[in-house]
């Protein structure tokens, strides 16, 4: 099956600073990439549609200026958590499309201390 | 309004009896459906799929699942449950107009016990 990278696995970072989410398709192209949220025991809440070469659509409610989206390529999608707080903390989760399904990213860890 | 709901945030069995996770959505149009399993910190693995194809469709692990258009359902069965069938589940949905979106159900919690 197509596979989708995501990377980092985990990340801990300062109160204020930056995180940058990377997620690939490794062997297909995507043009469509979806960024996910998931709380602890919970489900997955879509923050944005990332379209390559084109601005991201965000879900109701998601903050456009702190979570940045670019998909600047066919296989690579990124989300930038920016000026983190505590409350950012989460599990983040990407997909990638082809044909009429979606492949997931291994998730990343977020933890801001 | 289109929607994807799992009923039971827990279901508990024994290893070797049937597990039966439930699934209903809410849509005028059939959508395609799909069940995910996610282990602990882990992404979705996709277990299986209804494109409008076959009413039941068979996936991996030994699970499938019966698409029922009158019951708006599509649970998720096996005949016997393993030990390491024991994660989270979600349902989800792509529905007509949705913009290739998936909607997730709530989850459901798969405890397996010796």
């Known amino acids: 099956g197509a596979v989708v990278s995501q990377h980092p696995s985990r990340v801990i970072c300062k109160s204020g600073t930056s995180v940058k989410i990377e997620c690939r398709s490794l062997?297909?192209?995507?043009?469509?990439m979806f960024w996910y949220r998931q709380f602890p025991k919970q489900s997955l809440m879509l923050m944005a549609t990332?379209?390559?070469?084109?601005?991201?659509?965000?879900e109701q409610g998601v903050e456009k200026d702190k979570f940045l989206i670019n998909h600047a390529s066919l296989t690579l999608s990124t989300l930038t958590v920016t000026s983190a707080h505590p409350e950012d903390s989460s599990f983040y989760i990407c997909?990638?499309?082809?044909?009429?399904?979606?492949?997931f990213g291994q998730g990343t860890r977020l933890t801001v201390v | 309004a289109q929607s994807v709901t799992q009923l039971g945030s827990h279901v508990s069995v024994s290893e070797g009896a049937l597990v039966l996770l439930r699934c209903n959505y809410s849509?005028?149009?059939?959508?395609?459906l799909f069940w995910y399993v996610q282990y602990p910190n882990q992404g979705l693995q996709l277990l299986l799929k209804?494109?409008?194809?076959?009413?039941l469709v068979k996936g991996i692990n030994g699970f499938e699942a019966e698409f029922k258009k009158s019951e708006t359902s599509f649970h998720l069965t096996k005949p016997s449950a393993h030990m390491s069938d024991a994660a989270e589940y979600f349902c989800?949905?792509?529905?007509?107009?949705?913009?290739?979106?998936?909607?997730f159900g709530a989850g459901t919690r798969l405890a397996v016990h010796p």
């Open positions: 997909s990638a499309e082809r044909a009429t399904e979606a492949f």
């Open positions: 209804y494109t409008s194809a076959a009413t």
């Open positions: 989800a949905a792509r529905f007509s107009g949705g913009y290739n979106k998936l909607i």
């Open positions: 990332s379209n390559e070469g084109s601005k991201a659509t965000y």
């Open positions: 062997d297909f192209q995507a043009t469509t």
């Open positions: 849509s005028s149009v059939p959508p395609y």
